[in-house]
């Protein structure tokens, strides 16, 4: 079985980058899915598991979902709860033996001992905004400022929650096999090389 | 004209890399070369260019070196002469227009205007270790220990002269196009995938 992990900065394009690199490898693709699994096995909405885990928004979580929530520290405790379903879900996955691709969520260092190929995706911050501002639906009003701010906020969480939960460093580049900066790329025209990249490791002998 | 820069940390095998990319993609190759040019220019010795400027070890320069020098200041002017000369000598290997591939010394920064593709190459310690252990001749009768110093002095002073001179944070992944870690890679098997990002970085449209 071959896994590939792609940890990325928020705006870098990771997540296309990774659902690419699947079609090209024909490998499944595990992304939003981990979260529809995760909402399913604990009985919670999808919509509040992605605030919770992806958008590290809760203190922001609308109050529809925090009806029976009683502080912030409770929320933080449903987090963690979230973050241990998570991990289930995806050594799950591991288990199932299918060659895939999985995006974000510590998929590198939760799967180590099934030996995956890690990259790492960063961008500048220009880039970043640009790439986002392109894909930004017009009703969700976005502003550079915003989604910098946005953008910081979450890689400062997933930084920390990847520090904290498994003592390796998100970004630092011993901790992958290759990182890529994406500012000057297109996705599409950088796939076919990560590709190579990807098959040159799992083709070569140990 | 195609320039590829590789930055490396001590003992990653960016040298070895820079070569097989070289003869892989028919580029002209530069590394020691410089030494030698910088040296027939100044009237210096090689052995005495390489050792300030490579080893960063004018501390233990030979005797037979520094007998024109009175203290240590001298001799960090002397280098900072040299990398003045360095630059000057980066800069004509690329007004020839050939394309090329050239290893450390801040060509990255030094040739930006030229947009170079640039590779970072790092690896673990112990990876390096074994890298060095495995090249070392007998007579130089290396321990891991001492190489492990040598390595993290030399590494040390890469990255003060790069973060002085060009104010461009060395082994910062943002700062190249792609990072490697060559951990558990044969350079030999690596080249292919990277000689297929390069063709493609130079092959995108813009």
């Known amino acids: 079985m071959r896994i590939v992990t792609i940890s990325r900065e928020f705006g870098s394009g990771g997540r296309e980058l990774g ?41 922001n979580i609308p109050l529809t979902f925090r009806q029976s ?5 409770t929320v933080q405790y449903a987090q963690t709860e979230l973050l241990i379903e998570q991990k289930r879900v995806i050594e799950e996955i591991a288990k199932h033996g299918n060659d895939c691709v999985i995006v974000g969520r510590n998929a590198d260092v939760l799967l180590q001992d099934y030996c995956p190929f890690n990259i790492f995706v960063c961008a500048d911050v220009q ?39 498994t003592g390796s460093k998100w970004g ?6 290759v990182t890529i900066n994406t500012t000057d790329w297109e996705i599409k025209q950088l796939t076919p090389a990560v590709t190579a990249i990807v098959n040159r490791w799992f083709g070569r002998k140990q």
């Open 69 to 73: 929530v009683k502080s912030s520290l």
């Open 19 to 59: 659902k690419r690199l699947a079609d090209e490898l024909n490998f499944d693709y595990y992304d939003r899915e981990i979260i529809d699994t995760i909402a399913h096995n604990t009985g919670t909405d999808p919509n509040y598991v992605f605030t919770v885990l992806e958008n590290h928004g809760w203190k």
């Open 172 to 177: 630092e580049p011993h901790n992958y096999h």
């Open 127 to 165: 880039a970043k905004i640009r790439r986002c501002m392109e894909r930004a639906t017009q009703d969700e009003n976005l502003t550079p400022k915003v989604l910098k701010r946005k953008m910081q906020n979450i890689d400062k969480q997933r930084k920390q929650i990847r520090d904290i939960l």
